[in-house]
Structures are given as C-alpha cells and as structure tokens.
C-alpha cells in the first residue's frame, strides 16, 4: 500500500547541508498499524510530513498503492492527498467557524461528490466516531477528545488507503487519550490502515508494528510489542 | 461555486470583521456613486455643443464714433464694411454679447400674453441679419433672416414683426412632444407676440451654470449701447492672421481703441473654468474612493488569511489545491464587495428620495448604481489577487505545524 525506497530528506541552508532524514526503505501493507516513535527533534515531523505528501522528500521514491508520487503537480498531489489518505493532528485542526458537519464535509468538497453522497458519507463519519448526534455544533463546544473523534470523522468520511496520525492523544488527558486510542484500534480492524507518529511508548505498543526515528536514522523495531 | 455553503457560513459567524469593511464599501459605493454621474454631468457640460464654429471665432468692442445716432450708425457700418472687406475674413457681424461671456439679457418665454407664468426662459442674441452665418450655427427648421429685416436701435425692438430664431432646446421646453410644432407658433417677450420662423440645432447661452443656458432667441436687432461688439469669422486657421489684420485695419484710426479682443475658445475656457476643476477634483475623488476600497479589501484579505494560516495549511493538506485557495478568497471577498455593493445602493436610493424630496435635485440615474458596482467589485477583485495568491503559497505542511 505504501512503499518507501531510500527516501531521504535534506536541506541547504547558505551552504550548510542538514540531513533531516537518512535514506531509509519502509513497507506498509494494507490493515496494519503501525506506529512511528522517537523524541522531538529526531524527524519524525519530517517523515509524517513526506509520508502525507505535505512537503516533498529530496531522494528516493515513494509509492502509494503503486503510484510513484516523487514530482507530481500541485493539483495531483493535493487530490492524492484528498482520495488516499486520512489526516488526523495532534491540535485537531478543526475549522472553527463551521459546525461539525461542515467541517468533516469539507474535504469531501474537493472531490466529484454529489452533495447527496456528501451527506451520506458525513453522517456515517460521525455515526462511526458517535457524534451523529451533535452535527449542527460547533468545534468549541465540544471538549478535546470529542474534537478529535470529529477529525477523525473527517479523516474517514472519505474512505482513504490510511490514515495519518501526527500524535493524535498529544492534546488530551489520559483518560480522553485511551478512548481515542480505541477508536483507532476498532477503525483498524475494520481494515483500515494507520501510520501513527507518537512519542508515547505504550500508545506505540498497542500498534502492530513499531518504527523509531533517532537522529534522522529510521530503524524497524524489533522488539516485540507486549498487547 | 461548492465553496459558497461554507463561506457564507463561516462569514456568517466572524459577523465583525467582515460587517465592517461591508459598511466600509457601501458608504464608499455611496460616494462613489454621486462623484461618477457629477463627474458624467460636468463631462456632458464641459463638452456639450455651443452651436458656434469655436476655432474660426474672435471678438471685440470699439465705442461709438460720432455725435448723432445716424452718424454712430454711418460710422459703424463703415467699420463693418471694411472688416469684411479684408482677405483673410470670412464674416463679421454685429452682436449684443457672445455665448458664454457671462454677459446677456433674457425673457420668460410665455405662449398667451395672460398667463400669470412664464412657460421657459431664454437668453436672446441679437445683432446683423446673417448672425447665424457668422456664429456657424445650424438652421434645422423654418429660414434665416435676410437684409430686410435688420435695423439699427436704441432698444431690442421687440415692435418690430420680423419674427425670431429659436434653438431647439426652447422649441424642445415649449412642445415637449414633438418640437417641430414650434414652427410658425406664436411666443411673447414681455407681452409682445413673435412668429418663430427658424429654429437652430444648439447655441450655447451667455452663461454655462445658467439653468436655461441652452434656450436661446435670435432677433435681427442691432442694439446701440455704448459699444459695438463685432464677431468676426476667419476663414479656417486663419484666426491669428484675422485678428492681427483686423487690429492694424482699426489702428489706423488714431482715435479709435479695441477692447475685449478675444477668440471664442478664450471665453469657452473662461466659463468652463469651475466646471473643469470640478471636473479634474472628482476625477481625484474617484480615485480615491477606488484605492480607499481596494486597501480595504487588502487589508481585510491579508489580515484573514495570516489569521487563517493553519487553517488554509490544513484545506490544502486535506486536498484543497492552490486554484481551489485562490477560488475560495476570491469568493468571499466577492461576496462582502457585492454585499457592500448592495447596501450602498440601497442608501443611494434611500438618499435619493431625500433629495427629490427636500432639496428638489435630480436624483441619480439608475445606470450609475451600474457603474459603480462594476468599479467596487473590480476594485475588490484585484485588490484581493496579492493576499489570495500568498494564502495559495501556504504549505500543507503548514497543518502539522505545532507552534
């Protein structure tokens, strides 16, 4: 589904060249999740960034279920984006003038959908995070871990290869934290696949897979995982 | 238009922001729309036809030579005689004043002597029976007057049966529905009747601000008052040479002094003068008014798209392309000017009432809330190209940006 062959990142400043990523491969097939770890300041922003195609990696190719996706255009990329994969921020990113169905259709605008489709897809997406109930709302009067059940919604509404977790608890307290978590766990058995960049440990532990990134250097974990 | 739902939406619930640059452009479409059509008016003034052949035109004044008034009256048709005796002129003729001088009398214009109100007015040009020829204006109906008719006296002599020249504008206020009537009818100067037996295509009145300036009568009197005034017609682009012959010819006469030499182009300048600054102020004021709303609509452009950059980073991780940015600020920033468009002709015509009402002014024509919507929606559009284009330029890694 995702294919990574020695991509790498780097950038020059005046003449000072910084590796911001070291070459590395990474596979990720369809229905796993995989969780990304490592400290702040390792790349892993970096990684997530050319993982969701939001910045451009300078070495290496990258496939997404088979679509070589190093040089396309702005317009394919943003629509790549938009079709393949789901998005999910550590801030939740919600707009915060439109109600929740607004919000989760917004995405939806960008594609050939009829406004029919549209609404069918939105209130699944909220039926599915249990939030059917509250569309006409607004993101502030929601607290954090309903507010990002509605991006999450938003990520799924229309029905991406993966989804793209950037520390999807980092904002909430524990107890919010691990009702995200299920939610994600429960929305990959059901066969959607999630790449998730964390620094938690245990949240890690709860993926099927586990990458680190130290230094710019991506290593597969081979430590088994515990749950 | 997909992106229309959520951005009234969402202009909707800022309300402030945009609420104020709305009533920012309609108070400025307000404006704008009472400096256009003052600016179309003084325009249409400035270049209304006077009638008159302005480039081969000159005039001047000589007083009166002589002691008896058939002596005045000999000594004068000598002067015209020779005038017209030069080379280098085409006519010359005797005027009491010249269009646009800021000098002239007039009548109310009344069609039965017992009517307690006059019908119009009219300013009247009277002078030599070819002073149509002279001036170049252009007779569309009846005929021109002929030797027979001119006299020389010491009043208008409104007495006398020759009947009058009328422009069209008069026999336009006297038979609004097809002016042609006024041929042959009778019209009465200070209760005196006059068969109108011509009527010219335009001359332009002694004064430019006068209501009635484009009402005018001619009459085949010579006028004595303490000076004659001659208007003298070169041939084409002769004016200089004219004028100088015309000076030296007189000069010869020790006694004699020119006074008031000035071609008609002169005065046309003289009394357009308020109305061509007027004319130039607006066309500031407009400008203005078009940089007024434009900077408004940057500045608000600008400042929501730097207040908006997570979010515009987050459309374009999402899957908004650059266009569909660019589309989407350019549609709320149409939508505020047509909004701002359309309160402002609201008050225009609301200010329009009041003015017929109160102030007994014309109100502003309808096409004018046309133009002016055109100029503020163009003046939004551009004014939103710079902001619309930098919020585009937003990474969609923008999203994922934590600080």
């Given amino acids: 589904m995702l294919k990574m062959r020695g991509v790498a990142k780097s950038f020059i400043t005046d003449t000072v060249k910084t590796q911001a990523l070291h070459p590395f491969d990474l596979e990720i097939q369809q229905g796993e999740f995989v969780a990304v770890v490592g400290p702040s300041g390792s790349g892993k922003t970096t990684f997530l960034n050319i993982a969701g195609l939001l910045e451009e990696h300078t070495e290496g190719q990258y496939f997404l279920d088979e679509k070589e996706t190093t040089g396309l255009s702005d317009k394919f990329k943003s629509s790549l984006r938009n079709q393949k994969i789901g998005f999910i921020f550590q801030s939740f990113n919600l707009i915060p003038e439109l109600n929740l169905f607004d919000n989760v259709e917004m995405p939806l605008r960008y594609r050939d959908f009829s406004a029919k489709e549209r609404s069918e897809r939105v209130l699944n997406a909220l039926e599915q995070v249990g939030l059917a109930g509250r569309k006409s709302h607004y993101p502030q009067q929601l607290s954090g871990g309903q507010q990002q059940r509605v991006a999450i919604a938003r990520a799924l509404a229309g029905s991406p290869s993966f989804l793209l977790a950037d520390e999807p608890t980092g904002n909430l307290d524990s107890k919010m934290a691990e009702g995200i978590m299920s939610l994600l766990k429960d929305i990959n058995k059901q066969g959607t696949s999630i790449l998730m960049v964390t620094h938690d440990m245990d949240q890690a532990q709860q993926a099927s897979r586990i990458v680190e990134i130290r230094d710019g250097y991506l290593n597969e974990q081979k430590v088994a995982k515990t749950a | ?403």
């Fill in chain 2, 1 to 403: 238009m997909k992106d229309l739902k959520p951005i009234i939406s969402s202009l909707l619930r800022a309300k402030m922001a945009p609420l104020l640059l709305i009533l920012q452009i309609a108070v400025t479409f307000t404006v704008l729309v009472n400096s256009v059509y003052l600016m179309v008016e003084k325009h249409a003034d400035i270049t209304a036809p006077t009638g008159l052949s302005e480039n081969v035109l000159f005039s001047f004044q000589i007083p009166h030579q002589g002691e008896e008034q058939s002596q005045k009256i000999a000594n004068m048709y000598k002067h015209l005689e020779a005038i017209r005796a030069l080379e280098s002129v085409e006519r010359v003729s005797i005027i009491n004043s010249i269009p646009l001088s800021n000098r002239g009398g007039g009548f109310d214009i009344k069609m039965n002597p017992d009517d307690p109100v006059y019908v119009s007015k009219a300013a009247a040009f009277t002078g030599s029976y070819d002073l149509i020829d002279t001036m170049g204006v252009k007779l569309i109906a009846g005929e021109s007057f002929s030797l027979v008719d001119e006299e020389a006296l010491n009043d208008l002599g409104l007495g006398r049966s020759t009947g009058v020249i009328i422009s069209k504008a008069l026999a336009q206020s006297l038979f609004p529905e097809n002016w042609h009537q006024a041929l042959g009818s009778t019209i009465y100067l200070n209760q005196v009747p006059h068969n109108i037996r011509g009527v010219v295509e335009h001359l332009a009145g002694p004064w430019s601000f006068w209501q009635y300036k484009k009402n005018n009568i001619i009459l085949p009197t010579i006028f004595l008052m303490t000076d004659i005034t001659f208007l003298v017609r070169s041939h084409e682009g002769l004016r200089e040479q004219t004028m100088k012959d015309v000076v030296e010819l007189l000069m010869q006469d020790p006694h004699l002094h020119i006074d008031e030499l000035k071609t008609f182009t002169e005065f046309k300048e003289a009394a357009y003068q308020a109305q061509n600054a007027a004319y130039t102020t607006l066309q500031f004021v407009i400008v203005g008014l078009v940089l007024i709303t434009m900077l408004g609509v940057f500045g608000q452009t600008r400042f929501s798209v730097l207040k908006r950059r997570k979010q515009i980073g987050t459309r374009r991780a999402l899957g908004a392309s650059r266009m569909e940015i660019i589309r989407y600020f350019t549609i709320e920033n149409l939508l505020i000017t047509l909004c701002g468009a359309t309160l402002g002709a609201l008050l225009t015509i609301l200010a329009n009432n009041l003015v017929v009402a109160h102030l007994e002014l014309s109100p502003v024509p309808w096409p004018y809330l046309a133009y002016s919507s055109a100029i503020v929606i163009l003046s939004g559009l551009i004014a939103a190209i710079q902001p619309a284009i930098n919020a585009a330029n937003i990474s969609p890694a923008e999203a994922t940006r934590t600080v």
